[in-house]
Nanobody, 126 residues
Framework: QVQLVESGGGLVQAGGSLRLSCAAS????????MGWFRQAPGKERECVSA????????YYADSVKGQFTISRDNAKNTVYLQMNSLKPEDTAVYYC???????????????????WGQGTQVTVSS
């Protein structure tokens, strides 16, 4: 049974930082591309970042470029999202997702991901 468990969310003041972690189990982690998505109330789920199997290729939404950094540790079956200079508009539930990807491609489309975590709330106060 595949499980993705996010942690590291919370309440932070604008300008602060958080590091999200997503621990994966029940899958061969190194065969999956990973993505971080967020969903704010009343908005669609959007991909903020994604990383390929090896960590050598990454994607960032324009809204978070230079602000967020994605990384992964295949030995620990974990993907991270370092979020700096947080803004109130970054407030959302953040989800990690796994996409089986033998060819190493990454995607920003939620429909192309196979497994999802339960989400972790990030709230940025002004």
């Amino acid at each position: 049974q595949v499980q993705l468990v996010e942690s590291g969310g919370g309440l932070v003041q604008a300008g602060g930082s958080l590091r999200l972690s997503c621990a994966a189990s029940g899958l061969t982690f190194s065969t999956y591309a990973m993505g971080w998505f967020r969903q704010a109330p009343g908005k669609e789920r959007e991909c903020v970042s994604a990383i390929n199997r090896s960590g050598g290729s990454t994607y960032y939404a324009d809204s978070v470029k230079g602000q967020f950094t994605i990384s992964r540790d295949n030995a620990k079956n974990t993907v991270y999202l370092q979020m700096n200079s947080l803004k109130p508009e970054d407030t959302a539930v953040y989800y990690c997702a796994a996409r089986f990807s033998l060819w190493g491609t990454i995607s920003s489309k939620p429909t192309e991901y196979d497994h999802w975590g339960q989400g972790t709330q990030v709230t940025v106060s002004s």
